[in-house]
């Protein structure tokens, strides 16, 4: 009997972990979209409903419009890296190629952006100052990160592929057209 408890036990530690490793990449993402603004903000009150007019109509439409558009760019982006890249957002599971079409034939950074996109739509929506100071400080930090951090790795790991990339594809503003390897 104590054998059957045991091989459950054991079949849930390892389903457990599993989800663990595959959920973890998202972690970062929800503190930055959910639990910082939440924290920061906590009356969460949409203006729409406090008065009438066109600019809290605005802010609705425009602020959930940028939610959804970065929500959507954030997905597209993590599948892109899942599909075309052979890996994942977790540091430990890094892409195995370098991902240079969709999105990020436009910008180096389409996730974070995308990210950003939220977080402003958020601002916007909910009519708030601090979630937009959150967003400027978001941005900052990963500016920061990915010249210090995420750039000078990707050049070791993928060498002139990535340098050539990197001179051809900005950092943050989208090129109009995409850009394509020879």
């Known amino acids: 009997m104590c054998r059957g408890l045991d091989v459950v036990v054991i079949a849930v530690k390892t389903l457990l972990k599993g989800l663990a490793k595959e959920l973890f ?28 007019g066109l600019w809290p109509l605005f802010q ?35 892409t195995k190629r370098l991902v240079v079409t969709g999105s990020y034939a436009h910008v180096r950074n389409p996730m974070i952006t995308s990210v950003i996109i939220v977080l402003l739509g958020e601002a916007l929506f909910f009519g708030s100052w601090p979630i937009l100071v959150w967003a400027l400080i978001a941005f900052f930090i990963n500016h920061i990160y990915f010249i210090f951090s995420e750039e000078p790795g990707l050049s070791r790991r993928f060498g002139d592929e990535y340098e050539v990339y990197k001179n051809n594809v900005p950092r943050w503003m989208p090129r109009l057209k995409p850009w394509r390897p020879d």
């Open 60 to 94: 609705f439409v425009i602020g959930l419009a940028l939610m959804l558009a970065g929500l959507w760019g954030f997905v597209w982006t993590a599948s892109l890296f899942i599909r075309i890249g052979k890996g994942t957002l977790a540091p430990w599971d890094p």
């Open 25 to 52: 990449p998202l972690i970062l993402p929800f503190i930055v979209l959910i639990l910082v603004p939440y924290v920061i903000q906590r009356d969460f009150e949409i203006p729409l409903t406090k008065s009438q």
